[in-house]
């Protein structure tokens, strides 16, 4: 213990009294210009003004119409393709059981995007997708639609797995939409 206090007290007395550290060798930067220089950055930071009249740049991302009302712990993921996609989750079972289908959630994903869809009720559901251009906000509708596709088998979400669903056809894919 005694040794440990002694060391301690000739690192402080160094430190307080400019004894410094050990030598060591010095870099050729040092060599050549003391050791207190300040070296010069060898990249300094580019300095861009920024340009007038152009709008900044604002990543588009999805919008929800139609929050889940009743939530759960699933997780879906939505990629677009090309297309602005609007993409409408329903009851399988009421769809099946009483010819409606009422919307579950209703989302837009502008195009080249991916919606994470977090805390949603474990189910089966129909999927309904509709891509477009130029969406009208007060309709939630697109003004040019080009398609709709509805899903042939149902949207199991049950487990603690992420499914990732494609508004566009990807080989060897296993989930298949159909236009209508």
């Known amino acids: 213990?005694?040794?440990?206090?002694?060391?301690?007290?000739?690192?402080?007395?160094?430190?307080?009294?400019?004894?410094?550290?050990?030598?060591?060798?010095?870099?050729?930067?040092?060599?050549?210009h003391g050791p207190s220089a300040a070296r010069p950055d060898a990249?300094?930071?580019?300095?861009?003004?920024?340009?007038?009249?152009?709008?900044?740049?604002?990543?588009?991302?999805?919008?929800?119409?139609?929050?889940?009302?009743?939530?759960?712990?699933?997780?879906?993921?939505?990629?677009?393709?090309?297309?602005?996609?609007?993409c409408t989750l329903s009851s399988y079972s009421d769809r099946v059981a009483l010819g409606r289908a009422d919307p579950y959630l209703v989302i837009r994903?502008?195009?080249?995007?991916?919606?994470?869809?977090?805390?949603?009720?474990?189910?089966?559901?129909?999927i309904l997708i509709e891509t477009g251009q130029d969406w009208d906000r007060e309709s939630n509708t697109f003004r040019m639609p080009r398609s709709q596709r509805r899903s042939m088998q149902p949207l199991r979400l049950f487990g603690p797995h992420t499914l990732i669903l494609t508004t566009y056809p990807v080989q060897n894919g296993d989930f298949f939409l159909t236009d209508i």
């Not at 919008?63 to 712990?73: A, K």
């Not at 994903?109 to 129909?126: C, E, F, H, K, N």
């Open 109 to 126: 994903i502008p195009a080249s995007t991916r919606a994470q869809l977090y805390d949603l009720r474990a189910g089966t559901y129909d």
């Open 43 to 86: 990249h300094p930071p580019a300095h861009f003004p920024p340009r007038q009249g152009e709008p900044e740049y604002e990543r588009p991302t999805p919008e929800m119409i139609v929050p889940p009302t009743v939530g759960g712990h699933q997780h879906l993921v939505i990629d677009t393709g090309a297309e602005d996609t609007k």
């Open 1 to 32: 213990m005694l040794v440990s206090v002694v060391i301690a007290a000739v690192f402080l007395f160094r430190k307080l009294g400019g004894g410094g550290s050990p030598a060591r060798e010095q870099r050729p930067w040092e060599q050549a």
